[in-house]
């Protein structure tokens, strides 16, 4: 059987707090996030840790994103920056490459199918992933504990996965 779930990302601010969160059902979501970090950095690791939580199910896996960046760099866009050495078209630097690189890593072997979702729609799954990574964004703006959520059965919730890193803002010069 196909394990469906969304992923989603949130920041309040852009980068500010942050989290993430994936959604199966009421009894299988986990959330977690950071004190500063971007909307890509929580959307890539919503699905860095589906993934992470799912790897033991031999099961194949469809997820539910609003976020194109995210599909695209799981499913387009990976293969080229690797082959290019983490670089994009225009020969910059890939962002966020080392959560690309675990989601390469956990990608491989995998059965695994994407699907965009419109956000704020009214998506079931989806604004249940999103109400549980705005939730934790908004408890690390207020300094409240993460609601991390069951996980997945057997598996433990890594509420701040490393590594994050916040996308460097434009240059000004």
């Known amino acids: ?7 989603d990302g949130s920041a309040l601010g852009n980068p500010g707090p942050a989290g993430w969160a994936w959604y199966v059902d009421d009894d299988r979501w986990a959330a977690g996030g950071w004190p500063r970090a971007t909307n890509n950095i929580g959307e890539l690791t919503a699905v860095l840790q ?11 896996l469809h997820i539910l994103c609003d976020s194109q960046y995210a599909i695209k760099a799981c499913t387009e ?4 920056w690797k082959r290019k050495g983490w670089r994009k078209a225009d020969g910059k630097p890939v962002l966020n490459v080392e959560i690309i690189k675990e989601l390469d890593a ?8 994407f699907e965009w979702v419109r956000g704020h729609v009214g998506h ?3 604004e249940a992933a999103d109400v549980r ?10 300094r409240t504990e993460v609601p991390t959520g069951p996980g997945w059965p057997g598996t433990d919730v890594d509420p701040a996965p490393e590594p994050v890193q916040v996308e460097p803002p434009a240059t000004l010069f």
Not at 106 to 111: A, D, I, W, Y
Not at 133 to 142: E, L, S
């Open 50 to 60: 589906l993934l992470r939580a799912t790897k033991d199910t031999d099961e194949p």
């Open 133 to 142: 990574a705005r939730g934790a964004a908004t408890a690390y703006q207020n």
């Open 77 to 80: 866009w990976l293969a080229g």
């Open 106 to 113: 956990e990608l491989q072997g995998r059965e695994v199918t």
């Open 1 to 7: 059987m196909t394990i469906v779930a969304a992923a």
């Open 124 to 126: 079931e799954m989806n």
